[in-house]
């Protein structure tokens, strides 16, 4: 899977610079649009929380959280603390965040491959400020939208079954004194490791947006297109269809924050590199989270409450 990804990534950078060379302003208008997104909403919404989570795992504050989340979270979804943490954390980080703290995680031994595959199966969600700012929807419909959004993962989340023990509180604050580098180091680790992580989410943004675009040529329907470009990187596809309002738009929509697009599989498959996780079930998931999404979506809809 490794190697069908790499050849996949070498066939769109080749597709994307031989396209480039032949629509030069378009490429343009493209990148400014692609940029302006990412330094207008991703990038105060998901930096500092990449930087500050990061922070908080080498400093071992995540020890603390996890000892108060652990007595509802852990019971209800049979994690670990340190899981449960990461879980509760994932509804308010957006991806690929999540995908960020869940390989630090794993490093650092606080999870198992097991349960860091399972972490990526429950724990992906876009962003609240994309939600609830960027999609410029009103309160309620954004929050029936996002409720759609995460609720197939909280079903599966409850059918987890493995065995957990509670963190005491000698354990945390043992913990709190032995942090794994100190605080200088840590925060340069944390903005080092965020800010390449945020090159690889500009940059397959940009590549994703290029291939979208140059499929005006084949599709001639607007609205099918963006359903494409939803697909291949859901903020723009969202935004977008967005603007045709029709009983199927709201559920397209949840689709693609749910899946999260080929844009961001790709992302995490860049962030996990090195981690010897099961793709192929990643993908998987997030298909199955974007279907069901999409099905919830549609009860909602039918039911007027969008």
Known sequence: MKKTNYYFTLALVLFTTVFSFFNMFQIVKVSSQVIQIVFSNLLPSLLPFMILI????SLHLFE???????YIFSPLFHLTPHMATLYFVSFFCGYPTNAKIIKESYEMGYINIKQLQHMLSIASFSSLSFIFVSLALNVRTALILYICHVLPSILRALCYREPYEFLTFKETIENLKTPSMPFVTALKKSITSSLTAFIFILGYMLVFQFVGYS???FV????ALFSI???LEFSYGAIQI???PSFWTYPIVCFFLSFSGFSVLMQVDNILEGIPYSFQRFFFDRLLHGILSF???CGAQYLTLL
């Open 242 to 244: 967005l603007k045709y």
């Open 220 to 223: 001639s329907s607007d609205y």
């Open 295 to 297: 099905i919830i979506c």
């Open 64 to 70: 603390l959280f996890s000892y108060f989340i652990q």
């Open 229 to 231: 470009q939803g697909i």
């Open 54 to 57: 990061s922070l908080c795992l």
């Open 215 to 217: 499929l005006n040529i």
